[in-house]
T-cell receptor, first 113, second 113 residues
Framework: DAMVIQNPRYQVTQFGKPVTLSCSQT?????MYWYQQKSSQAPKLLFH???????NEADTPDNFQSRRPNTSFCFLDIRSPGLGDAAMYLC????????????FGPGTRLTVL | GQQLNQSPQSMFIQEGEDVSMNCTSS?????WLWYKQEPGEGPVLLIA?????ELTSNGRLTAQFGITRKDSFLNISASIPSDVGIYFC?????????????FGQGTTLQVKP
């Protein structure tokens, strides 16, 4: 089945220790997104790729970086995680002509100690 | 910035009852979408609406794109326990960055068997 896969599902890191979350997709979608979701809140867009074109949201902290080496894979790097970065991180994809119809992965739950 | 007001915030209903939730905005949207998120998972697209006045069904779910393009509702008929989750409305306007969705705050639905 075509899908969006996120690894790991749970990640524990220490305050200030860099961490990388990964996302892969078998849908061959052009657009990939990273969202942060805190408890009882809506997903908050961090950035998205339109093919290789990177689009950063204005309020995304510099602490968050992303890489998309090819169509299938996308990575979220948190350079120096703080306690406030503990959240669910969701990866999503969409086709070019249907950007609103986003396919989400199961998420990675990040804990910062 | 654009905001969506989603109501109610939560609902606790008896199995078999019908459910209604809605979203309103002060801005016009070209696309309205409804997503469902279950605990520990990413949101799943339920219904996408592309035309003002459009009424679309997906099984027991029915959603409408308001004629003013500033609102949408979702109805669930004859609720069952597996309807439990958080329902998010989302809108996308022609002026937003490619792919960016504006999410409502979510409606948490609990169903008592």
């Amino acid at each position: 089945d075509a899908m969006v896969i996120q690894n790991p599902r749970y990640q524990v890191t220490q305050f200030g220790k860099p961490v990388t979350l990964s996302c892969s997709q078998t849908l061959n979608h052009n657009v990939m997104y990273w969202y942060q979701q805190k408890s009882s809140q809506a997903p908050k867009l961090l950035f998205h790729y339109y093919d290789k074109d990177f689009n950063n949201e204005a309020d995304t902290p510099d602490n968050f970086q992303s890489r998309r080496p090819n169509t299938s894979f996308c990575f979220l790097d948190i350079r120096s995680p703080g306690l406030g970065d503990a959240a669910m991180y969701l990866c999503a994809t969409s086709r070019l002509s249907r950007e609103g119809e986003q396919f989400f992965g199961p998420g990675t739950r990040l804990t910062v100690l | 910035g654009q905001q969506l007001n989603q109501s109610p915030q939560s609902m606790f209903i008896q199995e078999g009852e019908d459910v209604s939730m809605n979203c309103t905005s002060s801005s016009i949207f070209n696309t309205w979408l409804w997503y469902k998120q279950e605990p520990g998972e990413g949101p799943v697209l339920l219904i996408a609406l592309y035309k003002a006045g459009e009424l679309t069904s997906n099984g027991r779910l029915t959603a409408q794109f308001g004629i003013t393009r500033k609102d949408s509702f979702l109805n669930i008929s004859a609720s069952i326990p597996s309807d439990v989750g958080i329902y998010f409305c989302a809108g996308r306007s022609g002026s937003s960055n490619t792919g960016k969705l504006i999410f409502g705050q979510g409606t948490t639905l609990q169903v008592k068997p």
